[in-house]
Every structure is written in structure tokens, then in C-alpha cells.
């Protein structure tokens, strides 16, 4: 019987427990000097599509005018965008540069309208 009882109380000790320990966060492997140069890399890549965008733009609204279908807000975006271009603000001249894009397409195809019904 006390044998039984020995048996039944070494089932009811908990077991040690054996988790790993939570993973410590591993160190950044890359060092701030190439950082600066991903971050540097990217500001290119974005300065270069901005720039290409802008020159879209500029076509764009040339041959808008040349037909006389410039719209204001094409013009107006076009300067916008030369603006962050000139404050490095590549991501914003970005997007008023393909509104200026677009609103001057929109003018060319307004000609194609009558302009009274």
C-alpha cells in the first residue's frame, strides 16, 4: 500500500519545465554606413523617376497648349511639381506631376467633342 501511494505522489510533482527561452532579438546585422547608403540609394531612385515623370508632364502640357486644350489645373500642377522638384520633394512632384499628365490628355481628348450640341 505505501508502495502504491509512493507511486501515485511521484505522478502528481509537476515535471521541470523545459521551454526554450524566448529568442533574444538578433543585432542588426547591417551597420548604420550602409543604411545611409540603402537610404541614399533609394532617394536616387525616386529623384530619377521624379525627374522622369516631370519631363512626362512638361511634353504633355506642351502639346496640350500647342492645341490650345491646356486646362488651368494641368498648368498649375506642372508648377507644382517643378516646385518640390526644386525643394526635393520627389514624392509630391511625383503626383502633381501625373495629375498635371493627365488633366493635359483630358484636355487634348476634350477636342475630339463637339463644342455644342
Known sequence: ???????????CVAPESTTAPAPQPKASAVSPA????ARKAEQAKLEAE?????????TDVQRARAKRAL??????DLLGARKAMAT?????AI?????ASDLAQLGL???AYPAVK
Request: hydrophobic letters at 60%; a negative charge; charged letters at 20%.
Open 71 to 76: 486646362w488651368l489645373k494641368a498648368w498649375e
Open 34 to 37: 550602409q543604411e545611409q547608403a
Open 1 to 11: 500500500m505505501l508502495a502504491a501511494l509512493a507511486v501515485i505522489a511521484a505522478g
Open 95 to 99: 503626383t502633381l506631376a501625373k495629375s
Open 109 to 111: 481628348e476634350q477636342l
Open 88 to 92: 526635393s520633394d520627389y514624392a509630391n
Open 50 to 58: 521624379a525627374r522622369a515623370v516631370v519631363a512626362q508632364a512638361e
